[in-house]
């Protein structure tokens, strides 16, 4: 009799075990998804602001072509600035649909890495995109934006042009790379992690 209630004891204790078990790596697995989730939150929201952003100053462009379509040396700089504003509106408005895409609480751990795969590239395609088209983004921009805010026409300033472009060049490149590393690639780094980290721990099981 002894010996049965030795066995019924030793059966309930491995029962409590293996359901302690499961509890811990169902909360191991949520923690990783929720850091996961929290990591690709930066991303998203600066998404969000970029497309708010981004439409805003499509319209503006447009507005201020509009007006000085009289002058064809700022209607030709309006005209580029535009293509290039709704060119990067529109690379802001897939990226915010790819990273909104992803379902941190009902989707596999391999459909999310297929939809951050899929982020990524679009990530890595509109940085290209702002790194090779930057500096022309200044030098069409420039004249439209100093006739807006300051009144003045920067061509009849070529020096007060060359300064304001170099200016522009020199703050807008660093900060830049800073949001790019730290808004963008250091997150999604650490969601790669965190999701490697579950991907390794399931197959443990």
Not at 24 to 33: C, D, G, Q, T, W
Not at 45 to 56: A, K, Q, S, T
Not at 79 to 100: E, Q
Not at 147 to 164: E, Q, S, T
Request: proline share 2%; hydrophobic share 45%; net charge positive.
């Amino acid at each position: 009799m002894e010996l049965e209630d030795l066995k019924k004891a030793w059966s309930e204790y491995d029962n409590k075990l293996s359901e302690n078990l499961k509890t811990n790596n169902e909360l191991l697995k949520k923690m990783n998804l929720n850091n996961a989730k929290s990591s690709m939150d930066t991303p998203k929201r600066y998404e969000m602001i970029n497309v708010v952003l981004g439409f805003v100053f499509v319209l503006l462009v447009i507005n201020y072509v509009i007006k000085f379509s009289s002058d064809y040396k700022l209607l030709i700089s309006g005209i580029l600035t535009s293509i290039w504003a709704i060119s990067s509106f529109i690379l802001s408005v897939r990226l915010l649909n790819s990273v909104t895409k992803v379902d941190f609480n009902k989707d596999s751990i391999l459909k999310i890495q297929k939809q951050l795969i899929e982020y990524k590239k679009r990530f890595f395609g509109a940085k290209r995109f702002m790194t090779f088209t930057g500096p022309l983004f200044v030098i069409v921009s420039v004249p439209l934006i100093s006739r807006v805010l300051a009144g003045v026409d920067i061509f009849k300033l070529p020096g007060v042009y060359f300064i304001a472009v170099a200016m522009a060049l020199l703050i807008g490149y660093p900060v830049s790379v800073w949001i790019n590393k730290n808004w963008y690639e250091n997150k999604i780094i650490d969601t790669d992690r965190f999701l490697d980290e579950l991907n390794s721990f399931e197959k443990e099981k």
